[in-house]
């Protein structure tokens, strides 16, 4: 299945520490592996609530949230997100089934940062990544 995305095999940025958000255990480890094979570093959590907890011992540098749950739940997790200090300028990518402009637009407004309908472009996803790790470095003044 990678081969057919043609996924380069390359240190980009292994100071960059990726949360991946998701209910689905096998999406989780899906994105878990594909990200690894980047060089990102990686932590796991079900919800928002575990991963705000867990932010104490790991602090991410992007949040990739997989965005299958109800409408409402998304939307709420996003704020609450972005409510919680520590999360609030944290670039978060969103991916979701849910393929309409109108949850686009809405999860974007909520604190989204991008947005991906699935099936996932992985050459997108990528270059999505690389573009808010290189901000992140700029931010603490790290040059690649």
């Known amino acids: 299945m990678f081969k057919r995305h043609q996924i380069k ?14 209910r689905d255990r096998e999406t989780r480890l899906l994105m878990k592996t594909l990200l690894e094979v980047w060089s990102y570093r990686i932590i796991e959590a079900r919800t928002v609530r575990e991963a705000i907890f867990n932010s104490e011992n790991h602090f991410p540098n992007i949040i990739l949230m997989d965005a299958d749950s109800s409408f409402g739940k998304i939307l709420e997790d996003l704020s609450n997100l972005r409510r919680d200090e520590k999360f609030n300028t944290i ?3 969103v991916i979701s089934s849910y393929r309409k402009s109108t949850f686009r637009d809405m999860t974007n407004a909520g604190g989204a940062n991008h947005f ?7 050459t997108r996803l ?8 290189v901000q992140e470095n700029k931010a603490r003044g790290v040059s690649l």
Do not use: D, R
């Open 9 to 22: 095999n390359k240190v980009f940025n292994p100071e960059c520490l990726v949360l991946i958000v998701g």
């Open 91 to 93: 670039p978060v990518i």
């Open 116 to 122: 991906f309908t699935k099936p996932l472009n992985f």
């Open 126 to 133: 990528e270059s999505s990544l690389k573009k808010f790790a």
